[in-house]
């Protein structure tokens, strides 16, 4: 079994901070304590409020959130919490004794996106604390979840993102005929709680926040002002859509952007005129001559 590892991650609020793990620590259930009683279910929680300086605890998916009093800073505990969460986990400790008594309902509605060929499906509940895609039941070795769909013949490829899957699916079919029977499968199989991805899958693919922010860190200037532009300007559109857009190099010679794109942006035929129109004329109108062209690559 996978060793964890746990990460200090900063939030909005300087009174709270995320301590993010390599696997999960809840399937698909969310638990906050105020106080020691609270957190009678959580054996964890109860560790961490013998911290003087603990307010508030918060578990949910692969990270603890922790809330503190203003006696410490963060900068002078937060190693150590990190280190004492780290080990507990890896002795074995429980994180919750909680069940949930009734099966939570979970709502799943269907999206067209601009890919005729892509339909989002959107969940009331958070899935994922990354972005995944798997383009054949071999790449999904690492999601059950996306493997299970592989199950029906007409699907080609999955991504996922927090609240959503999109669904990209063969012409041999038309989406009125399998809608429903999508919508039905990934409602049922979020309300028995089974695994989404298994607990490495970010940790294997590179993708827990520790592993994104040192290969941000290992860039050059140029690439990290494009990576900027493109998660507060570029990436919430896209994403609304059912798809996302990776950055993948830059080429200081040429100033040639590449940019991965993935599940609804992925193949879409209206793709590489958004990518002309919109990403590179953003990026040439922010950035200057720093960039000549813009390249894309589906996921």
Same mark, same amino acid.
């Given at each position: 079994?996978?060793?964890?590892?746990?990460?200090?991650?900063?939030?909005?609020?300087?009174?709270?901070?995320?301590?993010?793990?390599?696997?999960?620590?809840?399937?698909?259930?969310?638990? =906050?304590?105020?106080? #020691?009683? @609270?957190? &009678?279910?959580? $054996?964890? !929680?109860?560790? +961490? *409020?013998?911290? /003087? %300086?603990?307010?508030?605890?918060?578990?949910?998916?692969?990270?603890?959130?922790?809330?503190?009093?203003?006696?410490?800073?963060?900068?002078?505990?937060?190693?150590?919490?990190?280190?004492?969460?780290?080990?507990?986990?890896?002795?074995?400790?429980?994180?919750?004794?909680?069940?949930?008594?009734?099966?939570?309902?979970?709502?799943?509605?269907?999206?067209?996106?601009?890919?005729?060929?892509?339909?989002?499906?959107?969940?009331?509940?958070?899935?994922?604390?990354?972005?995944? =895609?798997?383009?054949? #039941?071999? @790449?999904? &070795?690492?999601? $059950?979840? !996306?493997?299970? +769909? *592989?199950?029906? /013949? %007409?699907?080609?490829?999955?991504?996922?993102?927090?609240?959503?899957?999109?669904?990209?699916?063969?012409?041999?079919?038309?989406?009125?005929?399998?809608?429903?029977?999508?919508?039905?499968?990934?409602?049922?199989?979020?309300?028995?709680?089974?695994?989404?991805?298994?607990?490495?899958?970010?940790?294997?693919?590179?993708?827990?926040?520790?592993?994104?922010?040192?290969?941000?860190?290992?860039?050059?200037?140029?690439?990290?002002?494009?990576?900027?532009?493109?998660?507060?300007?570029?990436?919430?559109?896209?994403?609304?859509?059912?798809?996302?857009?990776?950055?993948?190099?830059?080429?200081?010679?040429?100033?040639?952007?590449?940019?991965?794109?993935?599940?609804?942006?992925?193949?879409?035929?209206?793709?590489?005129?958004?990518?002309?129109?919109?990403?590179?004329?953003?990026?040439?109108?922010?950035?200057?001559?720093?960039?000549?062209?813009?390249?894309?690559?589906?996921?």
């Amino acid at each position: 079994m996978t060793a964890f590892k746990v990460f200090p991650q900063e939030t909005s609020n300087p009174k709270i901070l995320k301590f993010e793990a390599n696997q999960f620590l809840t399937q698909h259930d969310s638990f =906050e304590y105020s106080n #020691i009683d @609270e957190a &009678k279910g959580s $054996p964890l !929680a109860q560790q +961490l *409020f013998y911290l /003087p %300086f603990v307010k508030k605890v918060y578990i949910s998916g692969n990270f603890v959130a922790i809330e503190r009093f203003d006696i410490v800073d963060w900068e002078d505990v937060k190693v150590e919490v990190a280190t004492q969460i780290e080990s507990y986990l890896n002795k074995g400790g429980e994180i919750t004794t909680e069940k949930s008594k009734t099966k939570e309902a979970v709502t799943i509605y269907a999206e067209s996106t601009p890919n005729p060929s892509v339909l989002k499906f959107v969940a009331n509940k958070n899935l994922v604390p990354v972005t995944f =895609e798997f383009n054949s #039941i071999e @790449e999904a &070795k690492l999601s $059950p979840f !996306a493997t299970a +769909l *592989f199950q029906f /013949p %007409f699907i080609k490829s999955v991504f996922l993102d927090r609240n959503y899957v999109s669904i990209t699916k063969f012409d041999v079919i038309e989406w009125n005929d399998i809608t429903l029977e999508l919508r039905t499968f990934i409602k049922n199989y979020i309300e028995d709680k089974k695994e989404m991805v298994t607990n490495n899958a970010s940790e294997s693919l590179e993708k827990t926040s520790a592993q994104l922010n040192q290969a941000y860190e290992n860039l050059d200037d140029t690439s990290k002002e494009i990576i900027n532009i493109l998660e507060q300007y570029i990436r919430p559109a896209v994403a609304s859509d059912g798809g996302n857009i990776v950055f993948k190099s830059y080429d200081p010679e040429t100033k040639l952007v590449k940019v991965i794109l993935q599940g609804a942006c992925s193949g879409c035929p209206s793709s590489t005129f958004t990518l002309k129109n919109g990403i590179e004329n953003m990026l040439k109108e922010m950035m200057g001559p720093k960039i000549e062209s813009v390249e894309a690559f589906n996921g």
